[in-house]
């Protein structure tokens, strides 16, 4: 396609975020998407390779976590077979992917973001609310507000990136760079947690010309499959990326070995990333055609550091919410806390009050603020480590801790208080509503400061909550790098694309930035370009001439 023209991205703006207020219309609209998906159950979800779904009869089913008797939906999982024809297909279409016009397959993603804030808001929401256990304002900020900025915004940094070029052309010459996509596929592993990772992995490295092969989450099915069919009518090629649920053992074993893997794009556990970086290594360059590029973002132990100067009423709220929102099932849940002993008493009646009024309930009905966990698997190791620290002699259960898999998967909103800084519940990541709390000597503010530093083998959020200035100072510059996001007097979680990148440390991965042009780079591998326009006419320099 001849180009006539330099055209330039739409300047992105933060997706508003709806309320949904009782009475409204979009309330209204989104209880009946709830309600109808329900009478709908179970859905069927085929894979999709080179455009076309695939059905192989091998089903797995994705549960309704807050009514585990329903079945959201089934759907098909990949076999070698066929993940073996999804990678010559995505290498098929890379060729002529990769060929486009940016702003050709900008327009793709661009029109996916209005599809999904417009025609299929309500889809959406549903999906996530019944599939992933989220409350309405989680989904809202989630499936909507979130994976609509991750495409506009991705799009404008793909834009500053083609644009990056030499500033220094000597007289007779022209420097260039071209950023071009990686030579082989991209493998997207996808969590659970958020409908917008799921969206954001595999078309983020697709935006800069590569392919992707994209594993969602057994329990993120039914949402992802809506987003997949999205691009599909936002007009992605065929085959620019594979849908293809399945074993993660199964899928790992055969594309971490092939020949063509050009990159990890991963989200979940830290113990999965360092399989697959361990089975990369493996391999290298006796296998692949070019070193993988290999982007993870995995676990945290976030916590709220509390100085004694803090606003305990800002504190209190913004650890419930930091703590408890989502069940605490996202990286960045706030899950320890050092709160200085002589404001205490205070700040664990202000709690105490607030999570008394949390509501527990099904995801769909609105007036919730918790529901419940994602499986089954999620809730015993969750139940185990409330137990545990029921038994432990430096624990204490002061809040909560009632677990109960009757209906769903719930648990209530937990909080341990420990003598333990070390104890387990303060350094190993439990991923559920549980909140442990460390009583520290005022005096001893410097001390525990580089005790929240040592405690835990994650880097990915933390807070300091203050007024003192000096106390705070003094923090920022001391813990920093304990958290990739660090939050001064607000909560451990809530980035948003375009004004906080998100990304850790540490064990919680290589800090490569979602939500940023750092991210997107990954995804590219540049090639100087030096055009000479003045022929050489002798080859001698000129040290080399006689006096």
């Given at each position: 396609m001849a180009q006539f023209s330099r055209f330039l991205i739409p300047v992105p703006t933060n997706q508003p975020c709806w309320n949904y207020v009782p009475g409204t219309e979009s309330a209204i609209k989104l209880k009946q998407a709830c309600e109808k998906m329900r009478k709908e159950l179970p859905y069927d979800v085929p894979l999709i390779i080179n455009g076309k779904e695939v059905r192989n009869g091998k089903k797995k089913e994705q549960l309704i976590c807050s009514d585990h008797k329903n079945v959201l939906c089934k759907f098909d999982v990949v076999d070698e077979n066929l993940i073996q024809k999804?990678?010559?297909?995505?290498?098929?279409?890379?060729?002529?992917?990769?060929?486009?016009?940016?702003?050709?397959?900008?327009?793709?993603?661009?029109?996916?973001?209005?599809?999904?804030?417009?025609k299929y808001r309500y889809e959406m929401m549903a999906s996530t609310i019944l599939g992933q256990g989220k409350n309405v304002w989680q989904a809202e900020i989630d499936c909507i507000a979130e994976l609509a900025d991750f495409l506009r915004f991705n799009v404008k940094f793909a834009e500053e990136i083609y644009s990056m070029q030499p500033k220094i052309n000597p007289a007779g010459m022209w420097n260039r760079v071209e950023y071009r996509p990686l030579e082989g596929f991209v493998l997207a592993i996808t969590p659970f947690n958020f409908t917008a990772i799921g969206g954001n992995l595999p078309?983020?490295?697709?935006?800069?010309?590569?392919?992707?092969?994209?594993?969602?989450?057994?329990?993120?099915?039914?949402?992802?499959?809506?987003?997949?069919?999205?691009?599909?009518?936002?007009?992605?090629?065929?085959?620019?990326?594979?849908?293809?649920?399945?074993?993660?053992?199964?899928?790992?074993?055969?594309?971490?070995?092939?020949?063509?893997?050009?990159?990890?794009?991963?989200?979940?556990?830290?113990?999965?990333?360092?399989?697959?970086?361990?089975?990369?290594?493996?391999?290298?360059?006796?296998?692949?055609?070019?070193?993988?590029?290999?982007?993870?973002?995995?676990?945290?132990?976030?916590?709220?550091?509390i100085h004694e100067s803090a606003d305990l009423d800002h504190v209190a709220n913004s650890t419930v919410r930091g703590a408890y929102e989502y069940q605490g099932q996202k990286c960045s849940a706030t899950s320890r806390m050092y709160v200085p002993k002589n404001v205490w008493p205070k700040l664990r009646e202000k709690l105490e009050a607030i999570i008394k009024q949390i509501k527990m309930g099904q995801s769909d009905d609105f007036s919730v603020f918790m529901s419940a966990v994602i499986d089954k698997a999620s809730f015993d190791n969750i139940k185990n480590y409330i137990e545990g620290a029921k038994k432990d002699p430096d624990s204490e259960v002061i809040i909560g801790g009632k677990c109960d898999d009757s209906v769903g998967w719930f648990v209530e909103p937990t909080v341990i208080l420990t003598k333990n800084p070390k104890s387990k519940t303060m350094v190993e990541e439990i991923f559920g509503p549980v909140l442990t709390i460390y009583l520290y000597d005022p005096d001893k503010y410097e001390e525990t400061l580089d005790l929240c530093d040592n405690t835990s083998e994650y880097g990915l959020c933390g807070a300091i909550f203050a007024q003192e200035r000096n106390a705070l100072d003094y923090a920022v510059k001391r813990l920093r790098n304990t958290a990739g996001n660090f939050y001064i007097n607000d909560k451990s979680t809530g980035s948003v694309v375009g004004q906080q990148p998100f990304g850790g440390a540490r064990a919680s991965g290589?800090?490569?930035?979602?939500?940023?042009?750092?991210?997107?780079?990954?995804?590219?591998?540049?090639?100087?370009?030096?055009?000479?326009?003045?022929?050489?006419?002798?080859?001698?320099?000129p040290h080399m001439g006689q006096k």
């Open positions: 999804a990678v010559d297909g995505a290498m098929k279409a890379k060729k002529h992917w990769e060929e486009l016009p940016f702003e050709t397959r900008a327009g793709i993603f661009l029109k996916a973001a209005d599809l999904m804030v417009g078309t983020s490295p697709a935006i800069l010309g590569n392919v992707s092969l994209w594993k969602p989450s057994s329990t993120s099915i039914l949402s992802n499959y809506i987003f997949a069919k999205i691009l599909q009518e936002a007009g992605l090629p065929d085959g620019v990326i594979q849908f293809i649920p399945g074993s993660g053992s199964v899928i790992g074993r055969t594309l971490l070995s092939n020949k063509n893997l050009g990159g990890v794009h991963f989200t979940g556990s830290t113990e999965v990333f360092k399989h697959i970086w361990m089975e990369a290594a493996k391999f290298t360059m006796d296998t692949y055609k070019s070193y993988p590029r290999i982007v993870g973002e995995t676990g945290g132990k976030n916590y709220h550091f290589n800090n490569q930035k979602a939500g940023a042009i750092i991210n997107l780079l990954n995804w590219c591998s540049p090639r100087s370009i030096k055009e000479n326009f003045v022929p050489l006419t002798d080859f001698r320099y």
